[in-house]
């Protein structure tokens, strides 16, 4: 099996951010949001690994070149300007030619990853997407899937197919939660592409995959499988989700700080609760930081008191919910 960590995007949702730190490279439960894909990556045995870059693309080079395991090797594919999903995937498609799992760089997840590819190789799949049952109040597309766990249906695109001409093919209105097309879940940002498959993403500037490969290709009757899977998730691309995910990921051993090698936190600083601190952080003296995350570009003035806050920039900017 192959990889692809897609890591291109401009983190606009994250801004201000990402405007000096790539998307992939912000701090939560102390780690890099990039590292839990990277993780995903060791757990399926592979070393081998597709990133493509965009916005700040170089630094993100620079850095995991530098923090990547010894045993695995980093392929990068910049695009001039962002492809998409489908997009960067045809525009990487050169490396691959056997299974690949693309990963969302800006989610954090925890699955059983072997147990997927096992699934995926049963099932006799083109592809297969990684699922959560659907919750009422949760609004990031439905996905829906028979009783042998088939996609049948993604946020209502195959319906509007099926019902002929006039459909906008960009619509991302999502139906209703229950539907005869199956049972509702989420796709999470993972997923399994045979090259059969990535052979039919089209091969435009820009695709996205949802909408231009596998809402046709279920229609057409391609071969779908969902995966559903029970542990944690969270999607990071918002402050106010960043700060839910370093809760909710938060390593269990421990309930006390976390500074990286080559963050500076001053005299007479206190680091209380879930504080984690990146390498590249410069915290002043006499501060009292509690459940704060620390990004990398922060410089935090001298006597800074905050809790629950997300401090980035040169100034001591800080988010608060």
Same mark, same amino acid.
């Given at each position: ?105 800006? !989610? ?7 147990? &997927? ?74 997923? &399994? ?35 559903? !899977? ?92």
């Amino acid at each position: 099996m192959q990889a692809m960590i897609l890591a291109a995007g401009f983190g606009s949702r994250l801004k201000p951010l990402t405007s000096r730190v790539p998307k992939a490279l912000v701090g939560c439960a102390g780690i890099r949001l990039v590292d839990c894909a990277l993780d995903l990556v060791m757990k399926a045995g592979i070393r081998r690994v597709v990133i493509n870059t965009h916005h700040l693309g170089e630094e993100l080079e620079r850095r995991l070149n530098h923090w990547k395991p010894s045993n695995m090797e980093l392929i990068w594919s910049h695009e001039e300007e962002i492809r998409g999903t489908g997009g960067g995937l045809q525009g990487a498609r050169q490396h691959f030619d056997e299974t690949v799992l693309v990963i969302n760089a800006d !989610i954090l997840i925890d699955f059983d990853v072997a147990a &997927m590819a096992y699934a995926h190789k049963a099932s006799g799949a083109l592809a297969t997407m990684a699922l959560h049952p659907a919750d009422e109040g949760e609004d990031l597309g439905v996905v829906r899937t028979d009783f042998e766990d088939r996609v049948r249906d993604i946020v209502g695109g195959v319906t509007k197919l099926e019902e002929g001409p006039g459909w906008d093919p960009k619509s991302t209105g999502a139906p209703q939660l229950y539907s005869e097309k199956g049972s509702p879940h989420y796709f999470r940002g993972v997923h &399994m592409l045979e090259p059969e498959f990535l052979a039919r993403i089209p091969d435009d500037e820009f695709s996205c995959i949802i909408r231009e490969t596998y809402i046709p290709e279920i229609h057409r009757g391609t071969h779908i499988h969902g995966h559903v !899977i029970h542990g944690r998730w969270a999607d990071a691309g918002t402050p106010e989700r960043l700060l839910a995910a370093h809760h909710l990921f938060w390593p269990e051993e421990t309930d006390e700080p976390i500074i990286e090698q080559g963050a500076y936190v001053g005299l007479k600083t206190v680091l209380k609760g879930r504080t984690y601190v990146c390498a590249g952080a410069n915290i002043g003296h006499s501060c009292i930081l509690d459940d704060c995350i620390v990004q990398p570009d922060a410089v935090v003035p001298p006597k800074t008191l905050l809790k629950g806050a997300i401090i980035h920039g040169k100034k001591g900017q800080h988010w608060t919910p």
